[in-house]
């Protein structure tokens, strides 16, 4: 069975999403989200580059789906004070009544409790429904999900980084994620900025991977529940759509792409290292 065409609830929120999320980064045309949603993309993450097309995607599905889609935006304030703000400007730039989550971005420490009640004030207003979080601080993962098993934790959803090159999570995090009482996991990054599709970059003899084999790659880990592409054009999203219809990896597909991305990990340095990435899975094997 292809569970990629299956579709799981994030968290405890009753929605339920598409494998695959889009994010609005690269300003991918209106029309090609809207073909997106189509083919079942129902989670839409309006993060720091906050396109004028994309916006235009969420209010056009909006007029008739929006039961059925799952809005994201993204702040990055260290203010708790200023992100109200910041969240009913971006409202009304998208010409939205609310967002389903409100992402509090790169979080290398807990938030404190003045962003909870910044959350609990804009859930009153109608504004957020539900909190989530990214960070590149892998070994604080595990502490939002224990807390969340102890209903602690107000974050439906945890984003990070994930792909063949970065494979510290497979440590750091994975094994602690349960089955059950648990925040949605949600991974960006697959083609690690595009590298992992770059023939300059391959190990000799290797040939360039394509972007619908890197989403295979991070979709394939049972506990990731979703995993957000950045399409730039109409091209980006079928082939972003053919990785659903294709279906987890083989053992051989799994073992060439890890190969090709320990030696990506060993010959370019991230821009942005995680907080782990020292002991990550990846550089071990590249030392070997």
Not at 71 to 93: H, N, R, W
Not at 242 to 269: N, T, V
Request: negative net charge; aromatic residues 10%.
């Amino acid at each position: 069975m292809n569970d990629f065409l299956e579709r799981r609830e994030l968290g405890r929120t009753g929605m339920h999403s598409c494998r695959l999320g889009i994010g609005s980064t690269f300003d991918a045309p209106a029309e090609a989200i809207e073909e997106a949603f189509d083919h079942g993309i129902n989670y839409l993450y309006w993060g720091s580059i906050r396109q004028p097309e994309f916006a235009r995607a969420m209010v056009n599905l909006s007029k008739m789906h929006r039961d059925e889609l799952i809005l994201t935006v993204q702040t990055y304030s260290d203010d708790p004070g200023s992100i109200e703000a910041e969240v009913e400007a971006a409202l009304k730039t998208a010409g939205l009544e609310n967002f389903d989550f409100l992402l509090l971005g790169n979080r290398m420490e807990k938030p404190s409790d003045a962003y909870i009640e910044l959350f609990e004030r804009l859930r009153e207003q109608g504004k957020v429904r539900f909190m989530s979080l990214s960070s590149h601080n892998r070994p604080l993962i595990p502490e939002l999900l224990a807390d969340y098993e102890q209903d602690h934790s107000p974050y439906e959803l945890l984003m990070f980084r994930y792909n063949a090159v970065h494979r510290g999570a497979e440590k750091d995090v994975f094994p602690f994620v349960p089955e059950t009482s648990r925040p949605a996991i949600i991974t960006y990054t697959a083609t690690r900025w595009g590298h992992l599709l770059d023939a300059s970059k391959m190990p000799p003899g290797e040939k360039p991977l394509n972007a619908r084999d890197c989403y295979r790659y991070s979709l394939s880990h049972p506990a990731i529940d979703m995993v957000v592409c950045g399409p730039a054009n109409h091209d980006q999203i079928k082939e972003a759509i053919s990785a659903l219809k294709a279906g987890p990896l083989e053992p051989d597909e799994r073992e060439q792409i890890e190969r090709i991305g320990a030696y990506i990990y060993k010959q370019y340095a991230p821009q942005y290292a995680d907080r782990g990435d020292d002991e990550d899975v990846s550089a071990g094997l590249a030392a070997q």
